[in-house]
C-alpha cells in the first residue's frame, strides 16, 4: 500500500513525457506509486518510460480507448488511500503533493484538494508562461463548477479513494471536458479546499492550425448538458452563464492558439454569442481584457502584435521561471 496513487495516462507522449515524469518523480512527498496507462502508444513512449529506474514506476499498455477510458483503469489499478492525475505533457512544482495531502489531512471533512494553474507555452525553442486559473474557492464549490471549471486542468486535483468511489468515474464519452464533467460530481457530495499556490503547469499550444475550434465548441455545449442532467432543478437557472462562458472560453482559445485570420473570426463570432447569451458578462474585467486582445489581433499589423506578444511572454516566463 502507499498514500498516494499518480495516474498518468499517456498516448504517443514521446516528446514530453519524460519531463513529466521527472516532475512526479522530484516531489518533496515521496510515499506514492505512479500508474502509467500507455493508451496504445504508436512511438517511442513505452521505450522511454522503462528506461526511468524507479520501483514506484507501474506500465499497463493497453488498446486506445481515450484519456477518460485511460484514467478509469488507472483509478482500477490504484493502491493509494488518495488518488491524482496528470496528463503526459503537464508538469508540477515539487511540493505539490505535500501541500496538497497536507491540505486534506488539516481538513478531514474536504473530499478533494487543488492548486492553482499556470499556462505553459512551448514555441520556436522557447517556454513561456501565463497566470491560469486561481485556487481561491473553498468549501461546497458545486454552484462555481456548474458555471465553469475554475480546476483548470485534468492534472491538477488530489481527491480521497472514497469519494472517488461515490462517483461513477471519468465519462468516456467526453475527451476534453471529461474531467470538468468528473470535478461536478464530487462536487455534489464533497466539499473541495484550495491551496492558493501556483503548482500546476498546464502545456497550452500556440499556433495550432490543426485546432477545430467549432468541434471543440460542440463538445464543450455537449458537456454542459451532461453536467446539468446530473443536478437538480433548482440549479438549472445556472447554465444560461455556463454556456456563455463555454462561448468565451472558446474565444480565447482562438486568440491563443493560432494567429491566422480564420481564428480571429472565429473569436468574434464567439466572443458575439458570448454576450449575446449574457449581456452582463461584458461588466468581467476577463471579458473586458479579452476583447482588447481580439482588438489588437483584429486591426494593428501582424508584425507588431509579434512583438508585442513576443516580449509580454518573455516577461512572464521570467517572473514564473522565478517562481518554479
Known amino acids: 500500500m502507499c498514500k498516494i496513487s499518480v495516474i498518468i495516462p499517456a498516448y504517443n507522449s514521446e516528446n514530453t513525457i519524460s519531463e513529466t515524469l ?14 502509467i496507462i500507455d493508451d496504445g502508444s504508436t512511438d517511442q ?7 526511468v529506474d524507479d520501483s514506484r514506476i ?3 499498455q493497453y488498446e486506445n480507448a481515450g484519456v477518460s477510458t485511460a484514467r478509469n483503469r488507472g483509478i482500477s489499478l490504484a493502491r493509494g488511500e488518495f488518488l491524482t492525475f496528470i496528463d503526459a505533457d503537464d508538469l508540477w512544482t515539487n511540493d505539490k503533493l505535500e501541500a496538497q495531502i497536507s491540505a486534506l489531512i ?18 520556436c525553442g522557447k517556454r513561456y508562461f501565463s497566470q491560469g486559473s486561481k485556487a481561491n474557492v473553498t468549501g461546497n464549490v458545486l454552484k462555481n463548477l456548474l458555471v465553469g471549471n475554475f480546476i483548470g486542468s485534468g ?8 469519494a472517488i468511489e461515490t462517483t461513477n468515474l471519468f465519462n468516456p464519452l467526453l475527451s476534453g471536458y471529461a474531467d470538468w464533467e468528473f470535478y461536478t460530481k464530487l462536487a455534489i457530495n464533497w466539499k473541495f479546499i484550495a491551496v492558493p499556490k501556483n503548482q500546476i503547469f498546464y502545456r497550452r499550444s500556440i499556433n495550432s492550425m ?5 468541434k471543440m465548441l460542440l463538445e464543450g455545449i455537449e458537456a454542459i ?10 440549479f438549472q437557472k445556472l447554465k444560461p452563464m455556463a454556456i456563455a462562458l463555454m462561448y468565451r472560453y472558446c474565444a480565447e482559445l482562438c486568440l491563443v492558439s493560432s494567429s491566422s485570420d480564420q481564428a480571429i473570426q472565429r473569436a468574434q463570432d464567439y466572443l458575439y454569442l458570448s454576450i449575446k447569451r449574457k449581456p452582463e458578462i461584458l ?14 489581433r483584429r486591426y494593428l499589423p501582424k508584425f507588431l502584435v509579434d512583438k508585442i506578444y513576443q516580449a509580454t511572454r518573455k516577461k512572464k516566463a521570467t517572473a514564473y521561471i522565478e517562481n518554479y
Do not use: C, W
Not at 106 to 123: E, F, I, Q, R, W
Not at 225 to 234: A, P, Q, R, W
Not at 284 to 296: G, H, P
Open 22 to 35: 521527472q516532475s512526479v518523480l522530484s516531489q518533496s512527498f515521496h510515499d506514492f506509486e505512479v500508474i
Open 45 to 51: 513512449t513505452y521505450k522511454i518510460i522503462n528506461q
Open 58 to 60: 507501474h506500465v499497463f
Open 106 to 123: 488539516k481538513y478531514p471533512y474536504a473530499g478533494v484538494s487543488y492548486s492553482s494553474t499556470v499556462n505553459m507555452y512551448d514555441y
Open 155 to 162: 492534472s491538477n486535483i488530489l481527491v480521497r479513494r472514497e
Open 210 to 214: 490543426s485546432l477545430n475550434f467549432d
Open 225 to 234: 448538458n451532461l453536467i446539468y442532467e446530473s443536478v437538480s432543478t433548482d
Open 283 to 296: 461588466l468581467e474585467n476577463y471579458t473586458q481584457k479579452l476583447i482588447s486582445k481580439f482588438l489588437v
